[in-house]
């Protein structure tokens, strides 16, 4: 089971909107709507910021947002604040034995 | 509040042994959610590694680790255990451990990670 394909990093300015791709297979992206987003800052534990495609967990900024077409899922930051630098990863169910996949990562600057 | 805490992470020699521990609080540990092992190799992403069923009647591993890594629970102690054996410089990594939503298959709480080095 390969890595789920994200880009390596996106840049933004304060108040700009962000989306970060992540692509998979008809086997875990596009077969299933359990795809989950995680920030995580340096040395710091993941937090999850999206399941199921597009729910935010209690908590979590609106500024967020998910959605997905065929094999792609995307993460939508709005209003870009200097809080959101950080990496964030995609992970998606999978019907492989491996049953959960992650992305390769993306690395957020805010500029 | 809602806390996992790891413990059991250090050094040791390519082909030793290691068990990790995963303290649960703030949630009912045995009846309700799957829990897993994470890991990060230094300046890396994420990897699932195995889980295992709120009764530990099921579990499951990622194909690198099988036949090496044992996962199990004391529901009575709200504890999860990853007994590592044969273990090898690719493991390096911090592994974290993390609930799962077995509804919307997020890993919705997470422990802040333990280090786990392998090197002669």
């Known amino acids: 089971q390969s890595a789920l394909t994200q880009p390596a990093s996106v840049s933004g300015s304060p108040g700009q909107s962000i989306t970060i791709s992540c692509t998979g297979t008809?086997?875990?992206?596009?077969?299933?709507?359990?795809v989950s987003w995680y920030q995580q800052h340096p040395g710091k534990a993941p937090k999850l910021m999206i399941y199921e495609v597009s729910h935010r967990p209690s908590g979590v900024s609106n500024r967020f947002s998910g959605s997905k077409s065929g094999n792609t899922a995307s993460l939508t930051i709005s209003g870009l604040q200097a809080e959101d630098e950080a990496d964030y990863y995609c992970?998606?169910?999978?019907?492989?034995?491996?049953?959960?996949?992650f992305g390769t990562g993306t690395k957020v600057t805010v500029l | 509040e809602v806390q996992l805490v790891e413990s059991g992470g250090t050094l040791v020699q390519p082909g030793g042994s290691l068990r990790l521990s995963c303290a649960a609080s703030g949630f009912t540990f045995s009846s309700t959610y799957w829990m897993n092992w994470v890991r990060q190799a230094p300046g890396k992403g994420l990897e699932w590694v195995a889980n295992?069923?709120?009764?530990?009647?099921?579990?499951y591993y990622v194909d690198s680790v099988k036949g090496r890594f044992t996962l199990s629970r004391d529901n009575a102690k709200n504890s999860l255990y990853l007994q590592m054996n044969s273990l090898r410089g690719e493991d390096t990594a911090v592994y974290y451990c993390?609930?799962?939503?077995?509804?919307?298959?997020?890993?919705?709480?997470w422990g802040q990670g333990t280090m786990v080095t392998v090197s002669s």
């Open positions: 992970s998606s169910y999978t019907s492989s034995s491996t049953f959960y996949v």
């Open positions: 993390a609930r799962l939503n077995s509804g919307t298959h997020g890993f919705d709480i």
């Open positions: 008809s086997s875990d992206v596009g077969g299933y709507n359990f």
């Open positions: 295992i069923k709120q009764d530990g009647s099921e579990k």
